[in-house]
């Protein structure tokens, strides 16, 4: 069995999952739960970076982060299962960029606001993360947002971002970008996976 260290609401962990099943390779993860605060948690002997997600294959060695976690899951499903060939390949790891930046601004708005006593926290930091999201988003509103017949990474990715805004940020975001609200829903109903790894706000 391979071993996924990862936690419920990690949007890392869940493009991890979605993929796995996608890929057909679900039965053959025993999933983990970390605690990156631990230090006593296994996690920092398995990821030197103490970071979610974590994969542990087989034979002992350890797969991070998430992209490329994803890329063995589908070297083992036999290849260019959610990979394009050619440049649509690079289009859709682009994508995953995207949506992975988007993530990474949504996840330091919560640490800011987690670890940082109120009169510490600095505002034109959040403002900033705050404008990566929004203009990703808007990129996403108006290239992304048309429901494709073959499911790829980028897809993936860009769904565990929306869904951790809707988790963390109150799904403010459905409010000003309507297309992507529709891609979300059709995603939704194409991956069963997407509504089984969600976690309550």
């Known amino acids: 069995m391979l071993v996924l260290r990862s936690s419920p609401a990690s949007p890392f962990g869940r493009k991890v999952k979605i993929a ?21 948690d296994t996690l920092r002997q398995q990821n030197p970076l103490g970071k979610i997600p974590a994969l542990v294959l087989e034979n002992g060695e350890v797969l991070y982060d998430s992209r490329v976690i994803v890329e063995y899951l589908d070297h083992l499903a036999g290849g260019g299962k959610i990979y394009p060939a050619g440049m649509d390949r690079y289009m859709a790891l682009r994508q995953q960029a995207l949506a992975d930046g988007i993530m990474d601004a949504a996840l330091l708005q919560v640490y800011e606001g987690r670890w940082r006593a ?73 991956v069963p996976a997407f509504a089984a790894t969600a976690v309550a706000a």
């Open 20 to 40: 796995a099943s996608l890929l057909g390779l679900k039965d053959r993860i025993e999933i983990v739960e970390a605690d990156t605060m631990n230090p006593q």
């Open 118 to 190: 109120e009169d510490r926290r600095e505002p034109k930091w959040v403002e900033h993360q705050i404008a990566k999201v929004e203009r990703a988003l808007d990129y996403a509103e108006a290239h992304l947002s048309s429901p494709a017949s073959d499911l790829h990474i980028g897809h993936i990715a860009l769904a565990c971002a929306l869904g951790y805004l809707d988790l963390r940020m109150g799904g403010q975001w459905r409010l000003s970008h309507p297309g992507l609200v529709g891609w979300l829903d059709d995603f939704a109903a194409r």
